[in-house]
């Protein structure tokens, strides 16, 4: 038996896993996402790496069995720093954060964020470790003396359960890894004036951080082979079985994670998305994470005091195109990173009248989120087979809105925790155990339909964000209360 962890932006959730791949059992545990103020979002790291005890403790109960790995993935980005015992010195700054807006902003004028892109294939975005490194070091330069480590969220988890301090290839791609070389380039680092905190950045195992299980929180036992990595974008990926060049993984989950497997370095063009090593060398994933995906939805959703299990229903109700009703997605306090970068983007409703219904509301947003999952596939390389998965994918209505604006056949994961299944994949090569096809999460396949009317509606949506940007730069002024 294998288990698998996969830490959220606001849940964590473990697998149990058979020889043979089969789910045996499964245990979650919401977690908090903490906003001390407008454009900060941040975790209490103790509390996630308590998530983590307490559902893995969960599994073990019930299942009965000892495992023959441990295997921890995790959302990315973000900034997580611990003292040299892997305490955190401060609360973990969040993917979602946007304090380094202003300093990613000035990087873009002077250059600096296209000369990362050019080395590394990584376009920096607010809660990318890069800018937010920078951000602390200038607002609480205390804080950056007392870390050893500038970490990523599994890795924090991994030094808690084993006392390892290592990354992976995946999480150290971006921003600073050179992805001809494997290592931290330190070109990359002086363009962003952070040459001097290199030390903080942690040692990348090619086939990510092993230890043995060190914690009886757990109730596992000690000396359990633990694996750290991939991060949850990549893990899904592997769970998912997308390995071949110009296949695709869409994950419509909070965020909306778009990514294409390729075996070149695509560093040319415009600066956007990330590129994101993977376990197999010479094949590297082309992301194009939107900020927001189901968390779109969800907020229209509040808006109109709705729950999401109306959303057939809604579906059902209002036409293709929602009556003339449109939304950008951009949602974001931290804007927009792929497959552009603003910082200033931001989200817009155009078409309502006194005739417009909640349902068109509802419905124009989930064709706003088809639209910009096609915008990031193309700008990714997408050519392939696409395969979908995450939360929105349950939904057989917003999946064949999907299939429709892709106009290509999408191929559904029957699992729900592929991440968890993709870094249990991973530990078990590590190791030298067989993973056969079974592995690889079962899919059905959705055919396309209405696919010139959604084209059309896809040229509107592209010449939108055209006109969107310009304002953009002009926000609104904005009234801060006291």
Known sequence: MDIGVDVGTTVTKAVAFDDGGRPLAEASRPTRLVRPSAGRFEHETAEIVAS?????????????????????????????LVDSAGAAVRPAISWLDARSSAILEQWTVDGVAD??????????????????????????PSVIAGAA???????????????????????????????????????????????GLSHLLAPVAADGPVGELQSSLTGMALGTR??????????????????????ALL?????????????????????????????????????MPAMVGTAAL???????????????????????????????????????????????????????????TTADL???????????????????????????????????EWTQILADVLNAPLHTTAAEQVAARGAVICARRAAGA???????????????????????GYAHYLRRIDNARARWADPAPISHRS
């Open 298 to 356: 969800d907020r229209m959703l509040a808006l109109v005091g709705a729950s999401v299990d109306q959303l057939p229903a809604f579906l059902a109700e209002s036409p293709p195109g929602a009556n003339g009703v449109t939304v950008l997605p951009y949602l974001s306090e931290a804007g927009e990173r792929a497959p552009f970068v603003d910082t200033r983007a931001r989200g817009t409703l155009d078409g309502i009248s006194l005739s417009t």
């Open 434 to 456: 067989e993973v056969g096809p079974e592995w690889i999460a079962s899919t059905r396949q959705v055919d396309p339909g209405r696919t010139v009317f959604y084209a059309d």
């Open 115 to 140: 000369h990362v892109f050019r080395r590394s294939g990584n376009r920096m975005f607010p809660g990318a470790s890069g800018p937010l490194l920078a951000a602390v070091r200038a607002e609480e």
């Open 52 to 80: 983590v005890n307490e559902v893995v403790g969960e599994l073990a109960a019930s299942v009965g069995d000892q495992p023959g790995v441990l295997a921890i993935t995790a959302q990315g980005d973000g900034l997580w």
């Open 362 to 396: 509802i419905r124009a947003t989930c064709e706003g989120i088809a639209y910009a999952a096609r915008h990031c596939l193309e700008a990714a390389g997408w050519t392939g087979r696409v395969t979908v998965c995450g939360g929105g994918a349950r939904s057989a």
């Open 226 to 247: 633990v694996s750290a990595g991939p991060y949850d974008l990549p893990a899904a990926a592997e769970g998912a079985g997308v390995s071949a060049p110009g296949d």
């Open 251 to 287: 994950t419509v989950g909070t965020t909306l994670a778009c990514q294409v497997a390729t075996r070149s370095l695509p560093v040319n063009g415009e600066p956007a998305g990330l590129l994101l090593g993977t376990w197999t060398p010479g094949l590297w994933l082309r992301a």
């Open 149 to 195: 480590t500038a970490a990523y969220c599994k890795d924090v988890v991994m030094q808690a359960l084993t006392g390892v301090r290592a990354t992976d290839v995946s999480d150290a791609s971006a921003p600073f890894l050179d992805p001809r070389t494997g290592s931290y380039d330190d070109e990359a680092l002086a363009a962003t004036g952070l040459s």
